[in-house]
């Protein structure tokens, strides 16, 4: 088990550090000087003042050094003088182009609003999908079971996006339904925090949740179609705890590792999100950065925090997975 | 439906390569074609996605013929101080006044570009984007799929874990952050721009777009090699190459037909999505593009909203059941 555990985070280690090498040399090998565009803003540029930047943003090491300096104040911290000097510690992703503020802080910032947001939303859309899907697995055939297909396929077929800005449109500022829908810090209460988030979550896990819905109907559809269900039916156990106890224990494995594959998608579906509700998180901070010009210490920031969640989450998962399913060992 | 002997045979064969002869020689994918025809949902949206194929192919064709430009830039095109008012409303048309076959379906606020016009040229881009995007991924996967899963040792270990490491990077954050520098590097030439956006964005799509396929394909792979047919292949001496392309891919006819069918919505989805977020294509007119522009009017001018919207909406839709009633049809497993 442990030497599993070391491995696996041996390979998240190189997939992580690869990932943040490709998101490098894409942005420092292309043709335009990056600090061109931080040089224009403020009015004119000139050729003084853009060799002043080149230099603070140490533009003019190869990309290879640069890299290396950045991987030491991931470690190590470093001093970066950026107008004025800057002792970014430990894990330090350097300054942020535009705020000029350390891109640690401002990830640590924003981190909340983006976990309580993925995990208020991933909540729904498991408890919904696999609730419906048993539902549906249990009047398999039945019109209502026919209805929560079609609608989950419809669901599901349509954009992510256009959903989320009809919900935020017509929901939110029309309607007036949830006309808050800013996220407060826990500090503010458990209940301002929940109220705000309310609609994102939903949205998020509600149009999530017909993929699960859909993938949970499926299994349980072959689950009981098992002999021991069969056999424990038989011995009188009550239909309610064959469904939930017996045949969900089993349906619910494969659900649960589409939960972890599919987590790349919970980031992206966040990200999406928090751009429309206008939710102060990672995505849109990164979705802001993107946009020219490029703050590229935060971009590196937001891809790398994404890489690392994702090859986490793989892990869990698969170490989740021997807890929940006594057949497999992981080794 | 019932089935008659021949097809149920048929379709248990449908793994091996061979029909067997006194079954009445109907391929598997003529089965599945078959099957298609007599499904009401793929006829309906097959024939909606040909409407649009068409409205999107003869989109100059149209517009030349109801006089509307999509581009305010074009010679041709009304100045926006003749067609707004001053408030940026249009001046004629929808949402303040009567509808005039002018402009069929009004004109944009601020900038006075015509709404049919832009809406046909969008749909034009999402789908050459998307249609591309498919091709180039659908060549990649396969390809690399095929390699990794038919041979043994360093070779599928390398392109497995290649594989892996495109599936855990954060897509959506990878194309974004690709998607400025590969399309704002593209050049500053103005007639190159437009054609150095496409391939950047086709590329960006396909470059996180072959996973899925590859690793269906190496599983194929991986189970199809162990059987006799390929053995009997390899012990007569028949070339590697000639064993992939002629004796594997054809049995692999029908997840690849379904992971094609069901990757166009995806990227015609990814390619609105990024002009969206307004890192997309920047010079030619994109549905993404227009939902976000038209988000803000929401109230006073919901028509200008819905367009984008239900074309986004009717697209993605007609393609995914489309891509759904295919797997379906080549599912032996199904019953009708």
Redesign the interface.
């Known amino acids: 088990m442990l030497g599993y555990i070391v491995r696996r985070l041996l ?1 998240a280690g190189l ?1 992580v550090t ?2 943040s090498m ?2 490098f040399a ?2 420092f090998l ?3 000087n990056p600090a061109q565009p931080l040089c224009d803003i403020n009015g004119k540029c000139t050729p003084e003042r853009l060799a002043l930047l080149t230099e603070q943003l140490g533009l003019n090491d190869t990309v290879y050094h640069q890299y290396w300096i950045w991987l030491q104040g991931l470690f190590v911290g470093r001093e970066i003088s950026f107008g004025p000097i800057y002792q970014c510690s430990a894990p330090c992703l350097g300054i942020s182009y535009s705020t000029r503020n350390e891109v640690t802080a401002e990830l640590l910032d924003k981190f909340p609003a983006t976990l309580s947001l993925a995990i208020g939303g991933s909540l729904i859309y498991l408890l919904v999908g696999v609730f419906l899907g048993t539902m549906a697995a249990r009047v398999r055939g039945t019109l209502a079971d026919r209805g929560l297909v079609t609608m989950s ?2 669901v ?4 992510y ?2 959903l989320a ?2 919900a935020w ?2 929901l939110s ?2 309607w007036q339904i949830f006309p808050d829908t800013t996220y407060h810090p826990l500090t503010d209460g458990i209940g301002a925090w929940a109220y705000g988030l309310l609609l994102p979550w939903l949205v998020l896990g509600l149009a999530q949740s017909t993929a699960y819905a859909r993938y949970t109907r499926g299994q349980m559809v072959e689950t009981l179609g098992e002999d021991y269900i069969r056999t424990a039916t038989a011995k009188g156990v009550a239909k309610r705890k064959v469904i939930f106890q017996h045949a969900l224990r089993a349906a619910i494995v494969p659900v649960i590792t589409i939960f972890g ?1 599919d987590f ?1 998608f919970l ?2 579906g966040t ?2 999100t928090e ?1 429309i509700f206008d939710i102060d998180g990672i995505g849109q901070w ?2 802001r950065a ?3 010009p ?1 703050d590229f210490p935060v ?1 590196a920031a ?2 790398l925090i ?2 690392v ?3 986490i989450a ?1 892990i869990i998962v698969d170490i989740l997975y021997s807890f929940i399913d006594p057949r497999v060992r992981v080794s | 439906m019932t089935a008659n002997p021949g097809e149920l045979e048929a379709v248990g064969d449908a793994v091996g390569q061979s029909v067997s002869a006194e079954v009445t020689g109907r391929s598997p994918t003529r089965i599945a074609f078959d099957r298609l025809r007599k499904d009401k949902v793929a006829v309906g949206c097959a024939t909606i996605m040909l409407v649009m194929v068409v409205l999107a192919a003869l989109a100059p064709v149209i517009a030349g013929a109801l006089d509307i430009y999509y581009d305010i830039k074009d010679p041709a095109a009304p100045s926006p101080s003749e067609v707004l008012e001053f408030d940026g409303y249009p001046a004629i048309g929808p949402p303040l006044h009567p509808f005039t076959w002018e402009h069929p379906l009004g004109l944009a606020p601020k900038t006075g570009v015509d709404n049919l016009a832009y809406l046909l040229y969008g749909l034009r881009t999402s789908l050459i984007v998307a249609l591309a995007a498919t091709i180039f991924s659908t060549v990649i996967g396969l390809v690399i799929g095929l390699v990794a899963g038919f041979s043994r040792g360093w070779v599928d270990t390398v392109l497995s874990f290649i594989i892996d490491l495109f599936l855990s990077f954060p897509f959506l954050l990878g194309m974004l952050a690709l998607a400025p520098i590969l399309i704002s590097n593209a050049g500053n030439d103005l007639d190159k721009l437009a054609r150095a956006q496409f391939i950047a964005l086709i590329s960006i799509l396909v470059i996180f777009g072959w996973m899925g396929l590859a690793r269906l394909i190496r599983g194929q792979v991986l189970s199809l090699r162990e059987r006799e047919f390929i053995q009997a292949a390899e012990v007569i001496g028949v070339p590697t190459r000639r064993i992939l392309f002629k004796e594997l891919l054809p049995n692999m006819v029908a997840p690849i037909v379904v992971a094609i069918s069901l990757a166009l919505p995806g990227f015609v989805a990814a390619e609105a999505l990024l002009s969206f977020l307004g890192l997309g294509l920047t010079g030619t007119p994109s549905l993404g593009k227009m939902l976000a522009d038209a988000a803000p009017y929401y109230k006073d001018y919901a028509l200008y909203l819905w367009m984008p919207v239900a074309t986004i909406a009717t697209l993605t839709l007609a393609l995914n059941l489309l891509g759904d009633s295919i797997r379906d049809a080549f599912d032996p497993k199904t019953r009708r």
């Open positions: 390979s997939v690869l990932t490709i998101v894409l942005f292309g043709p335009d396929l419809i599901s077929s349509i954009p996006y256009v800005i009809l449109i017509y500022l029309e594959l790349a980031l992206a990200v999406v751009e990164g979705i993107l946009r020219a490029v971009v937001t891809v994404g890489a969640i994702i090859v793989n």
